[in-house]
Nanobody
Framework: VQLQASGGGLVQTGDSLRLSCTAS????????MGWIRQAPGKEREFVAGISRSGAPSYYADSVQGRFACSRDNAKNTVYLQMNSLKPEDTAVYYC????????????????WGQGTLVTVSS
């Protein structure tokens, strides 16, 4: 599966952004989807994940209550709604697809998009 992420940009603290990730192919609903980010000089870290059906979704503690992950299997698209953004949310955000396993672990993801940059200014 090929993944194309979009929606990143430069925003101010407290603003919102919605990232989208569209997948090619007919097997999108077979994959657990995740959003992983990588800040400059840091390791990739899990941000959010969503089950094949769209519920439940899972979040890193750092974004719980601020971010919401959803998916539309008819459109082969997964979303990440990011609210109350903070400078520490600045990173390249990747969408990724997993056939299974621990979705909190970045190593569980089999396919990755190219990433979209989110920059939050203070």
């Amino acid at each position: 599966v090929q993944l194309q992420a979009s929606g990143g940009g430069l925003v101010q603290t407290g603003d919102s952004l919605r990232l989208s990730c569209t997948a090619s192919g007919r097997t999108f609903s077979r994959y657990v989807m995740g959003w992983i980010r990588q800040a400059p000089g840091k390791e990739r870290e899990f941000v959010a994940g969503i089950s094949r059906s769209g519920a439940p979704s899972y979040y890193a503690d750092s974004v719980q209550g601020r971010f919401a992950c959803s998916r539309d299997n008819a459109k082969n698209t997964v979303y990440l709604q990011m609210n109350s953004l903070k400078p520490e949310d600045t990173a390249v955000y990747y969408c990724a697809a997993s056939m299974g396993g621990n979705l909190y672990a970045t190593t569980s993801y089999d396919y990755w998009g190219q990433g979209t940059l989110v920059t939050v200014s203070s």
